[in-house]
Structure formats: C-alpha cells, structure tokens
C-alpha cells in the first residue's frame, strides 16, 4: 500500500501522546478530525463502541480511526463527507458489520430483551448523551 509521497507544505503527524485514545490518519487537519468525530459522536460508526471502551471481540481499549466511506484507491476524498470513526477492529475489517445503521424499532428490540442491568446501562448511557433533562 502506498499513499503517495509527502506533498510540499504538507504536515505529518510524527508522534502521538500514547494516552490519547483517538488515532488519526496522517494528512487530515485536525479542524477536520474534530467536525468528524463532533459529528460521529466519537462513536465507532460500525460497532457503536466508544474510546476508552473494552472492545469484546479484542478484550482491548477502544481506539478510534477516522476511515474512509469511499475508498482512496475508489477515488475517495479526504473530506467531511467521505470520513467516519471507526474503531481499531472495524477499521481493520475484523468485525462482520454491516455499515448499515439500527432502526429504532430493532434497537428497542434488543433493549427490551436485555437485562435489567443492561437496560440501566443504557438508559444511563442515554442520560449522559442527551441531559437527564432532555
Ligand atoms: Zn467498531
């Protein structure tokens, strides 16, 4: 895989923090990596998984990636619209996703067979997203 040489001008990150949970793909801004993440919610767009995170299907902390929807080699470009978080597995295509988002009624689905520590995980989960207010 080649991603083509540096361009003049061109800013590449060299090294990361290591505490910092969020990895990012050299040659996007990090104005861009911010409106992306803003925008995804800091969620992994496939497994919904958060940084910080157990990642089940690893047993390891959550990493985000910003990936791309269209790929490069397809002639995706590096902007808003073609660039979603996504987790170290599903960025790699280790997990069996499919890209497309639950509906509301198979989520309830899901939260209604759950358990009742699951259910207040989530509703937790949802109080700290939206307000206890909200
Ligand atoms: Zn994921």
Redesign the pocket.
Known sequence: MTAGATKPGQYVLTEEPPENPIKFERGISAKLRAEVLDRNGFT??????TPGEI?P?TGRK?RLHLGHIKDKSLGGKIELSNLRA??????QGA?N?TGEKPTSIWLLSQVRRAGQEEQRAVLNWLFKKFGADG
Do not use: E, T
């Open positions: 992994c767009q496939m497994c919904g998984l990642d299907a959550v996504l987790c170290s597995s599903c960025n997990k996703i």
